[in-house]
């Protein structure tokens, strides 16, 4: 039986993208270990067992205290003890792995050397392009990261981007193998009797959004926005720097609901009984031009329409299949797609129709399973 090594730079609870990818290699037969970074206190590492539907896996967690989302500046001491942490723990057990993948530049810049160096065969999985993610302070170290991490995708066995569209962001690399996995929902999680709302039943639209609290998702102006209205409810899910924001906002407004970080199935849950979902980014930040956000995907695989900014992500085909709204990255745009879908109740049964049958043949999970199974094969031979 071939051992894979997942890394990631997060606590992994949860983290759909690594989960999917643990939960589809335990199907197919592989030994499954998944290494995480837990930046809540500094510490001995973490051993926790896993049980996912096809099988159960251990989790180590390196401990190394950081602040979650506070950028490279902040954060620069705390990732070079990450780096070091990681660096001793893969010298001690790398010879115990087959494969390693390894989830974007900042575990990818330790585990592929050494992978290397101990002949292991490695996976390069970019979930954002380390370049275009982050502020840098200078053009100078944006060009060495990137010629770093494109050095990365051209000696690695294989690299994975989440996108189509993300072949123009890593042009002028030359990746051995290049595969698309969307990450899109796998349909067997969804239980259609999980109820996860809290709030009393009305004919408000009910706006949902799960995942990082960050500033720059309009995540505040949203708030605003449904605190003076009678037409909206907001319903959020999550963790980061907004996280009393949104404590404060539920107390003191009858018709916004915070519910905490939620596991995966209840994030489903909660957007199953919503009305819509909103993925607003960024656009003058580059790489939310290439974003392939879990929203959009979700908002297929349930049949939801979905609100996003121009020039991010998925925007065209939002607009090419009508199947939500698409607005400038602005409260007055927020305002603007909430009203269009509010305004567009009597098309919510089709856009349902449309999005489930866009997911089922261009981005089901079930496809990307096959495409996982196909790399793997690959590699294992």
């Known amino acids: ?15 759909p993208p690594v989960e999917k990818i643990a939960n589809t290699l335990l199907g197919l037969g592989y030994s499954v270990t998944i290494l995480g970074w ?13 049980k996912y539907p096809n099988g ?22 705390p990732l070079l003890l990450y780096f070091n942490a990681l660096k001793k723990w893969l010298k001690r057990n790398i010879r115990d792995f087959d494969i390693i993948h390894s989830f974007d530049f900042d575990t990818a810049a330790m585990s592929y050397r050494l992978s ?38 051209n000696s690695a066995d294989a690299t994975i981007i ?40 009305s004919d408000k639209m009910k706006i949902i959004y799960v995942g990082i609290l960050a500033g720059s998702r309009m995540l505040k102006e949203i708030a605003e926005i449904v605190s003076i209205s009678d037409e909206y409810e907001l319903h959020v899910g999550g963790f980061g720097p907004l996280e009393d924001f949104f404590l404060k906002m539920s107390s003191q407004f009858s018709n916004i609901y915070y519910y905490g970080k939620l596991p995966y199935d209840k994030t489903l849950a909660l957007e199953h009984e919503g009305d819509v979902l909103v993925a607003m980014y960024d656009p003058t930040i580059r790489n939310n031009k290439y974003s392939a956000p879990n929203k959009f995907y979700e908002s297929l695989m349930i049949g939801k329409p979905i609100i996003m900014a121009k020039n991010t992500g998925f925007d065209e085909i939002i607009n090419n299949y009508s199947i939500g709204s698409v607005t400038e990255y602005s409260k007055e745009g927020i305002v603007y ?14 856009i349902s129709k449309v999005s489930k049958k866009l997911y089922k043949e261009q981005f089901s999970w079930c496809l990307m399973e096959s495409r996982i199974n196909d790399l793997y094969s690959h590699l294992s031979d």
Request: charged share 30%; glycine share 4%; hydrophobic share 30%.
């Open 1 to 15: 039986m071939k051992k894979i090594l997942l890394i990631r730079s997060n606590p992994v609870n949860p983290d």
């Open 38 to 50: 837990d930046r809540s206190t500094n510490g001995k590492e973490e051993r926790i067992s896993l």
């Open 56 to 77: 159960q896996l251990n989790k180590i967690n390196l401990k190394v205290k950081a602040s979650f989302g506070g950028g490279i500046k902040k954060n620069a001491i």
């Open 116 to 153: 290397n160096k101990y002949k292991k065969k490695f996976i390069y999985h970019i979930l954002d392009y380390y370049a275009d993610a982050h502020e840098f302070g200078s053009h100078r170290i944006k060009k060495i990261i990137m010629d770093k991490e494109n050095s990365i995708i």
């Open 162 to 201: 989440c996108s189509d569209k993300r072949k123009e962001q890593i042009f002028g690399s030359n990746p051995k193998k290049l595969v698309i996995i969307h990450n899109t929902p796998d349909h067997n999680i969804v239980d259609p009797n999980l109820k996860v709302m809290e709030a009393p039943v």
């Open 337 to 350: 797609s909430l009203k269009e879908i509010n305004n567009r109740r009597n098309e919510w049964d089709n």
